[in-house]
């Protein structure tokens, strides 16, 4: 893949190569059993645990490679047939940016009405948000490096406004001088 | 800035990032009801200045609807709660009533 984004500046953002991503629905019971069948774990409620995001409390999202999608969603499917459930392979919905530097929590609380003193927002911890204008999924992969998962279909609009949030000459220092 | 507590996803959301979604605790009254209930429920609303009810919706967080008890004198969020029910938790009515004593909204109090 060559066209991917990316832009530097008080951070680096960068789109991610295509990654395999299913919504999985149900109860908590349901979710457990299901993602027990293909080796993982539902993450605590609001954090990810690497592969899962949780999304709802009726909701999460599974990260797999793109290419065994197909296997993931089927071995899904099948754990969950006769349960109120669902599994859909969102892949091509969505797309990542990673965002890198020591600027990453001040880029994103430019554009996130979040808080994101380590306190409130550790690394692992999910937040659905917005980003500017639109929706978003945003975890700290690292205490310097986040990952965002947005909408395909806006992703210009993203690397836009992250853009201007990390433009060189627009430092602000915040999470810099106040360590908390 | 409006900031309340979602109790589904339990995250702290500012009114941006919220959607409105009009008063609490309304009975539906559809096909086979009165002409005045059904004109009621469409169209009759509380506009307090004070304690008030209202939906709220988690919309670009986890997407579920919630109810906020709030004043909308100064603001101040007396508590959030589920919206799995058609009357305001005791909790919620208790902490209104410390700091509003005497409070009461259409049949609650």
């Known amino acids: 893949m060559s066209n991917l984004r990316s832009f530097e500046g008080l951070v680096t953002v960068r789109e991610m190569p295509l990654r395999g991503m299913i919504t999985l629905r149900g109860d908590t019971e349901v979710m457990t059993a299901a993602l027990k069948s293909v080796g993982f774990e539902l993450p605590e409620r609001g954090m990810c645990n690497g592969a899962v995001v949780w999304m709802s409390p009726d909701e999460v999202l599974v990260q797999c490679p793109h290419e065994s999608v197909g296997q993931t969603l089927a071995a899904l499917q099948s754990a969950t047939q006769s349960m109120h459930a669902l599994a859909l392979d969102v892949s091509d919905t969505r797309t990542v940016f990673e965002i890198t530097g020591a600027a990453t929590r001040e880029v994103l609380a430019k554009l996130a009405p979040i808080d994101l003193r380590s306190a409130q927002f550790p690394v692992g911890k999910v937040r659905r948000t917005r980003l500017a204008q639109i929706p978003c999924a945003v975890w700290l992969r690292e205490e310097s490096a986040a990952e965002a998962i947005i909408f395909r279909s806006v992703a210009e609009y993203a690397l836009g406004v992250l853009q201007s949030a990390a433009h060189p000459q627009a430092a602000v220092g915040y999470f810099a001088s106040n360590k908390m | ?109």
Request: net charge negative; charged share 25%; glycine share 10%.
């Open chain 2, 1 to 109: 800035m409006l900031i309340l507590t979602c109790p589904n996803c339990g995250e702290a959301k500012d009114e941006t990032e919220l959607h409105a979604g009009g008063e609490a605790h309304l009975k539906r009254f559809g096909p086979g009801s009165s002409d005045a209930d059904f004109e009621a429920y469409l169209f009759e609303r509380e506009n307090p200045k004070g304690v008030h009810f209202e939906r709220w919706h988690c919309a670009p967080g986890c997407g579920k609807w919630f109810h906020a008890a709030r004043c909308t004198m100064t603001n101040e969020v007396f508590g959030t709660y589920s919206a799995q029910t058609t009357e305001p938790p005791e909790n919620i009515k208790d902490a209104i009533t410390a700091k509003r004593p005497g409070w009461h909204w259409r049949q609650f109090s």
